[in-house]
């Protein structure tokens, strides 16, 4: 367990165009929170540019890497790495490395944890899950979801090697069964779901969120809409799909030549969830093979599919309101905030490099 670790509290004063109302407006710094009216003695530390809500990685992974749980020192940094790229609150979408110790960290993110995946035995990468088979699924989400911050997370599908291609870890009305239990106890679960089937008996089953999400079609996205299923696609980790197909080419195909496909639609599937009304946040999926920090890439790439506006949001005041967090610049609001030079709404690649970031009424950078 690391030592406590708290900042002290400025008195700071901001003036910028506020998103995402786009007005010019004075903002004050006072005990940790958000001020509109002056505060004697505040530090001008920025007028001109333009101000957010502290920024949100939605799917990343604190305390995780390529072979597995990291000591405290490497997600200490991980942490930090989100933190200077404006990711002030981040969704832990599972991990096996104890993070709790970060709570008393004022000048680390908030993390929401979903404790550890959940995935079948030589059915995931190795290390990263607690691994049991169907007959303990419901034991092991009773498990997790004390592990957690109201989420669980499953892995939903995965390379079956005898069927040489993706396919679901868990069977239809088991996985439904999980999902019930995990709602009776509070939380709300996701799954991690790279292809088609998995995607639609998940939903179907009654489930709060899917990752990644290359494989819904049209029924599943039509139901993922009615039902307010959460999309979280992790564009910046979809383009290592061909890497993902040249590693299993030779071995599996027909996995190959899936994922290629899974990739080559994404914007379609992804566009035609937007257009039907499927929430659809940003998150990384940093913490395993990819490097924190790349949530201003993450929303930049959203935008492929999406208005510059909806990506924003997405990464910001939409996602913070989705976690239950606050979302929006007003008065006595927690002082979690970023500030740009340039006005990120006609640029998204600004989001790269936060001129100054806020977290709890502390300046950090």
């Given at each position: 367990m690391r030592p406590e670790h708290v900042e002290g509290r400025a008195r700071l004063h901001f003036a910028g165009v506020v998103l995402p109302e786009g007005e010019h407006r004075d903002l004050w710094v006072l005990d940790g929170v958000i001020r509109?009216?002056?505060v004697s003695g505040a530090q001008t530390v920025a007028t001109g540019g333009w101000i957010m809500p502290g920024l949100v990685d939605a799917h990343c992974h604190v305390g995780l890497e390529r072979q597995g749980p990291v000591s405290d020192e490497r997600a200490e940094q991980q942490a930090l790495a989100d933190r200077d790229a404006g990711a002030l609150l981040l969704r832990d979408a599972g991990s096996p490395a104890d993070t709790r110790w970060m709570d008393a960290r004022a000048d680390l993110p908030k993390i929401i944890r979903a404790g550890r995946h959940i995935a079948r035995p030589k059915r995931y990468l190795r290390n990263y899950g607690a691994e049991v088979e169907p007959a303990e699924l419901i034991t092991e989400v009773e498990r997790q979801a004390a592990r957690g911050d109201g989420w669980v997370k499953l892995v939903g599908d995965w390379i079956d090697r005898d069927v040489g291609d993706l396919a679901p870890l868990w069977p239809a009305d088991l996985a439904e069964v999980a999902i019930t239990r995990a709602h009776e106890l509070g939380c709300r679960v996701t799954a991690h779901?790279?292809?088609?089937?998995?995607?639609?008996?998940?939903?179907?089953?009654?489930?709060?969120g899917i990752e990644h999400g290359t494989g819904i079609n049209d029924a599943t996205i039509s139901l993922m809409a009615e039902r307010q299923v959460a999309l979280v696609p992790t564009m910046v980790q979809l383009d290592n799909f061909e890497s993902y197909a040249r590693a299993g080419e030779d071995k599996y195909p027909a996995y190959a030549s899936h994922i290629r496909a899974l990739y080559a639609g994404r914007l379609d599937r992804f566009t035609k969830a937007l257009d039907a009304g499927v929430p659809i946040y940003a998150g990384t999926d940093a913490g395993g093979f990819l490097p924190h920090g790349l949530v201003g890439e993450e929303i930049a790439a959203m935008a492929q599919f999406s208005s510059a506006e909806y990506a924003l949001g997405a990464g910001s005041w939409r996602a913070r309101d989705w976690l239950g967090h606050p979302s929006t610049l007003t008065d006595g609001a927690p002082a979690d905030l970023v500030i740009f030079d340039a006005d990120p709404r006609v640029d998204l690649k600004v989001l790269r490099a936060p001129r100054y970031v806020i977290l709890r009424g502390a300046l950090v950078n």
């Open positions: 509109t009216e002056p779901v790279f292809g088609e089937q998995a995607a639609t008996e998940l939903v179907a089953a009654g489930i709060d």
